[in-house]
């Protein structure tokens, strides 16, 4: 080749493109504006404890591994993955509690338990279905090219009604399990995407199965170990990863990419550019106006966004033996806590609350005697609805109210605090609105509407990320890299 490959941004899937590009023998350059990798993926340390920022809960352990393969290495060389047990721990007003657990048995005693034999052997039946789910999409939504029309139109007859496409995640919920606990519980996976149970489409239950089948996974030392081990294995291929470095134009000639000019007005060729960026950012902010027409500007900024969240960040002192390494407290009207988030855009008055606590884990992110909480509420992506410089203070005193209902008064015992709120999202992330998982997933047709990973209207550029195909997750973006980097090579085949 005679320029390198560019990506911008050192996020999870840039660096998942750049790890196979560079695997087939591509020169590949890594432009990234923070000082450190992981985009959305980061950490904070202060006075002793330590809490990953971004993603928390790790699932499709086999992408990772198929990753580092793709380089010829082994996953367990570089990260080391834990599984969790139990997945998560709910709780719920009343005072009732269950664990999730991955094995189907012990979680069918559990819930035979917890709601009566009925719901029990619905939640096994739920979980076939979500398997039927994935194994019939994965190979369209998930794992390959993004979908179009006629792959989707290709679908046997006998599969579609399997897929599930007309219902509500609710709606097919209500079919397998009675009690209203047990199906908000399996509604919280609609979550997972930044959407509403009861707007998302059915085959969007293929999230349970990935969870409470496939397991969840830990990685030694916090989240961020995924981060740290991407970026020793692109850099040991001989990937360039330029931090510090933010890019405030992609270059574009007679329609085709040409390289990228930088934030201190230098310029670098490439071959291809790979942005792992908002995909609404690009358009916006660093492509030409005159290199696109405003039809996709108007697209991706006018389409409903995924919603945010609001963070707190908390050194407790003391440790709660009643809570697991995944928790989440119930809101008391799950319905109503939506409708605050996606109709009428404020952070829920009654909100589900996720604890996470690594320290539960790894002892050493919190000092003796001491837990650290990452806390997060979802919340609506930034308009002109709600301010959150005047109302961060009054809803964090919420949030910590009402965990105090839950039996978890911590409200005297914070040692160290961040806060971090969709404007801070936005404005570390690049995240356009604060939006965790770029477009919504709330209505049926949006997996098709996804931007894709090649851009149709300036050759040479690409894109990798949460908000392009197939999503938002840890395991969802690398994929995408994966995509990307093969649209690459498949685009220029005989460069090397």
């Known amino acids: 080749m005679t320029h390198p490959i560019i990506v911008i941004g050192a996020g999870i899937g840039g660096l998942s493109a750049a790890i196979r590009l560079r695997a087939a023998g591509r020169p590949v350059t890594i432009l990234e504006a923070n000082s450190t990798v992981g985009g959305k993926m980061s950490e904070i340390r202060a006075d002793g404890f330590r809490w990953d920022t971004g ?25 080391t993955l ?36 009925s719901d029990a052997a619905g939640y096994l ?21 993004p979908p179009t029309f006629w792959r989707v139109a290709r679908t046997p007859l006998r599969d579609i009604p399997a897929v599930d496409p007309l219902r509500t995640m609710d709606g097919a919920i209500r079919s397998f399990v009675r009690s209203p606990k047990l199906r908000q519980f399996l509604g919280r996976f609609a979550t997972y995407v930044g959407a509403s149970p009861y707007l998302a489409p059915a085959t969007l239950n293929v999230i349970a199965d990935v969870e409470l089948s496939g397991g969840v996974w830990y990685p030694q030392g916090g989240i961020y170990a995924i981060a740290r081990a991407f970026e020793r294995l692109a850099r ?66 006018n389409v409903e966004p995924s919603c945010s969240g609001f963070i707190l960040l908390l050194g407790i002192e003391g440790q709660h033996a009643d809570l697991a390494h995944h928790n989440i407290f119930f809101s008391r009207d799950y319905r109503r806590e939506f409708d605050d ?21 790894d002892p050493g992110h919190a000092p003796d005697g001491g837990e650290n909480w990452f806390v997060l509420v979802n919340a609506p992506a930034l308009d002109e609805r709600y301010d ?3 109302n961060v203070q009054a809803y964090r005193d919420h949030v910590l109210n009402r965990l105090a209902e839950f039996g978890c008064d911590v409200r005297g015992k914070i040692r160290v605090e961040r806060r971090l709120t969709p404007v801070d999202i936005e404005r570390m992330t ?59 090579l498949a685009d220029s085949p005989d460069r090397v």
């Open 236 to 301: 040991e291929l001989g990937v360039e990863i330029r931090t510090d470095t933010p890019v405030s134009r992609i270059d574009v000639a007679n329609g085709r990419v040409t390289g990228v000019t930088l934030a201190d007005g230098s310029r670098l060729d490439a071959d291809a550019v790979i942005a792992n960026v908002d995909v609404a950012t690009v358009y916006e902010k660093l492509l030409p106006r005159d290199a696109v027409s405003p039809r996709p500007i108007t697209r991706l900024t």
């Open 388 to 390: 959150w410089s005047k």
């Open 55 to 79: 993603p928390s809960v790790i699932t499709m352990r086999h992408v990772f591994a198929d990753l580092f393969a793709a380089a010829e290495r082994k996953l367990e060389d570089y990260l």
């Open 125 to 145: 039946r739920y979980l076939d279905y979500a398997r039927r789910i994935h194994d019939i999409t994965g190979g369209v939504f998930i794992y390959n090219d």
């Open 341 to 361: 988030i996606f109709a009428r855009g404020v952070p829920p008055d009654d909100p589900t609350i996720y604890v996470a606590i690594t320290a539960k884990t």
């Open 430 to 488: 690049g995240a356009r609105r604060g939006a965790l998982y770029g477009v919504s997933s709330n209505d049926r047709f949006n997996a098709l509407r996804r931007p894709h990973n090649r851009a149709r209207d300036v050759r040479g550029l690409y894109f990798a990320g949460g908000t392009t195909h197939p999503g938002g997750g840890v395991p969802m973006v690398t994929l995408s890299g994966k995509v990307a980097a093969q649209m690459v």
């Open 82 to 117: 834990l599984p969790v047990d139990p997945l998560t721990r709910y709780f719920y007003p009343d005072g009732t509690r269950f664990d999730a657990l991955a094995d189907r048995a012990a979680m069918s005693a559990t819930l035979r338990a917890f709601a009566g034999e």
